[in-house]
């Protein structure tokens, strides 16, 4: 009689909609917690939250390491520090809609694949070959040729 029945909450609704991020968080940390201890190396602190979708700044990053303690960082701490900065998708995808459009000189909707490869290896935070051809490999997008980003972005 004093039991308590556990309501579902209807999807869509901000509860559940919580609930669905922090499953999420939990998996990608776990991704990362390779020896399953419940912890990640700090190093990888910006790797798991980039995952997660979030926009960072190497800065921002450093600063979030910089409130852990040691090495390693414990799902809970990465929890904290994951939700001070909550998911933006409409804000990623403006940002890489606008990054796109830089290289597209002729506002033709495409963009060369070797330019954006020769831009990912040299400008900001440098991506190597091997990694540029890993995420066209994932995202199964063209390593050469043209590209359409809005079907990227969108």
Do not use: N
């Not at 990640?40 to 800065?59: F, H, M, N, P, Y």
């Not at 506002?107 to 540029?132: C, I, W």
Request: glycine share 8%; proline share 4%.
């Amino acid at each position: 009689a004093g039991r308590r029945r556990s309501r579902r909450r209807p999807p869509g609704s901000p509860g559940a909609m919580a609930a669905q991020a922090e499953t999420e968080m939990k998996e990608c940390f776990d991704l990362f917690d390779t020896d399953s201890d419940g912890k990640i190396k700090a190093s990888e602190l910006g790797d798991v939250l980039r995952s997660l979708g979030q926009i960072l700044t190497e800065k921002e990053i450093g600063q979030m390491r910089g409130e852990v303690a040691g090495d390693v960082l414990a799902w809970d701490k990465f929890q904290e520090l994951a939700a001070r900065r909550p998911r933006q998708p409409e804000k990623a995808t403006k940002a890489l809609l606008q990054a796109f459009e830089v290289l597209d000189k002729g506002s033709s909707g495409q963009v060369d694949m070797k330019e954006l490869q020769h831009v990912l290896m040299s400008v900001g935070e440098k991506m190597t070959a091997q990694e540029f051809e890993e995420i066209c490999k994932v995202a199964q997008l063209p390593t050469t040729g043209a590209l359409e980003y809005r079907k990227v972005v969108d």
